[in-house]
């Protein structure tokens, strides 16, 4: 069984202002923490999904790089475009580029819930699901190839129309943190990471 580890770096960072997954967090890119934790856990290929104007930046990483046809459609479209570049993958495990706290220990038990009955993995807390720290299988291409036709670009309307299996996390749970403006990278930049 293949599987995929897959680092979503494509957005336009519109409430940040710049390219927030460059951003320095324990003395590297944020992205490199989604990169590591995947790296970690053995997955193979690792696939950075990024636009043609970021492309040059992750140079020397030593993986995938694959670039949208049109430049901040989504998630939903990254992951059909990843889909469809890597046939011979049966399972992508995608992570934004955003998450300070992202580690490889969240990686290896979402792992253990890989199973054949269902087309997505997906963490779940009380008020939220997370499907940008989630495992999504081949199976699941059908339906977001007919969703990005409708112009459908949600996650979450994907995860309506396959069978999930929703993983239970705490409400609190830090690996979950992202940064979207400003104000949340200063309350983030202030704390120590607690993953190395």
């Known amino acids: 069984m293949k599987i995929a580890g897959v680092v979503l770096a494509g957005g336009q960072s519109s ?3 710049q390219p927030k997954m460059f951003e320095l967090f324990a003395d590297q890119p944020l992205y490199k923490n989604s990169l590591i934790a995947l790296q970690e856990n053995r997955l193979q290929p690792l696939i950075i999904a990024t636009n043609a104007s970021l492309q040059s930046k992750f140079a020397g990483d ?3 790089i694959i670039i949208e046809d049109q430049p901040h459609q989504g998630p939903l479209s990254a992951l059909q475009n990843i889909m469809i570049n890597f046939p011979d993958v049966e399972w992508f495990f995608m992570l934004a580029s955003d998450m300070p706290y992202m580690n490889a220990d969240f990686v290896q038990t979402m792992l253990t819930f890989i199973d054949d009955h269902y087309d997505a993995i997906v963490p779940e807390q009380v ?7 989630a495992i999504y299988r081949r199976t699941a291409l059908s339906k977001a190839t007919r969703l990005i036709q409708q112009n459908k670009k949600s996650m979450k309307v994907l995860l309506e129309q396959i069978q999930v299996c929703y993983v239970d996390f705490e409400e609190e749970y830090p690996t979950f943190v992202n940064i979207n403006t400003p104000l949340d990278w200063s309350q983030t930049a202030k704390k120590e990471s607690t993953y190395e």
């Open 15 to 17: 409430r940040y202002g």
């Open 62 to 64: 030593k993986i995938h």
């Open 127 to 133: 008020s939220r699901i997370q499907p940008l720290a």
